[in-house]
């Protein structure tokens, strides 16, 4: 079936560095891929997305590349703030469906 | 309301009771989700409403676990003889039916505490 996985946190930076959240996915078909964020205490909220081979989503600096040589959809940023501390989920969804899969979240801490 | 709204937003009940929680999502949205967020578990599917069609049930964990869509909007999830590992904020969410690539919506879930 189709699986999300993404790296293991807590991944923790001082403010200013550069942030790598590696995701890949299995999925008989063209799926597509997401970021959702959750901030402490705030609801689940859609970050990025692509929904072909190749798309780069991005959103407030963040960005992701869908890969599918590689099934990977992994986030980046390249100066991270204390603001951005959450926990960060891959998922993806497939066919002509809504029904999204998520992996375990990334918890990121971010440091002055 | 503008968003998903979840109730109650808190829940403790004793092992053994059932429980009902409920989800209203965003007005027009064909496709309803519901997942279970345990510590160290990330977001686990429990199952999917799309429209008139069949719901995915393929997440739940167990038959004590079920949830019905009433009218193509309000759903309840409920789950008989609770027990502890059910302890988890359950989460719903709601999206148009526009395919893959559709973003969800999310409410703020229900923590439910078994003790």
């Known amino acids: 079936g189709n699986s999300v996985t993404q790296m293991e946190g807590p991944v923790t930076l001082s403010e200013e560095a550069f942030l790598t959240i590696n995701c890949t996915y299995t999925a008989t078909g063209y799926p597509s891929l997401f970021w959702y964020v959750q901030y402490p205490g705030e609801g689940l909220q859609l970050l990025l997305k692509a929904t072909k081979a190749d798309d780069k989503g991005s959103n407030k600096g963040f960005e992701a590349t869908y890969r599918k040589e590689t099934t990977s959809f992994h986030l980046e940023k390249g100066s991270v703030q204390v603001s951005d501390s959450a926990v960060y989920f891959c998922?993806?969804?497939?066919?002509?469906?809504?029904?999204?899969?998520f992996g375990t979240g990334t918890r990121l801490q971010v440091f002055p | 309301g503008a968003g998903v709204s979840q109730s109650p937003s808190n829940k403790v009940t004793e092992k053994g009771k059932d429980v009902e929680l409920r989800c209203d999502p965003i007005s027009g949205h064909t496709a309803l989700y519901w997942y279970r967020q345990s510590l160290g578990q990330g977001l686990e599917f429990l199952i999917y409403?799309?429209?008139?069609?069949?719901?995915?049930k393929s997440g739940l964990p167990s038959d004590r676990f079920s949830a019905e869509r009433t009218g193509g909007s309000v759903s309840t999830l409920t789950i008989q003889r609770t027990q502890q590992e059910d302890s988890a904020v359950y989460l719903c969410?709601?999206?148009?039916?526009?395919?893959?690539?559709?973003?969800?919506?999310f409410g703020q879930g229900t923590r439910l505490t078994v003790v």
């Open positions: 409403f799309q429209g008139n069609s069949a719901p995915d």
């Open positions: 969410a709601s999206s148009p039916n526009r395919g893959s690539g559709t973003e969800a919506f």
């Open positions: 998922a993806l969804s497939e066919g002509n469906t809504d029904k999204l899969i």
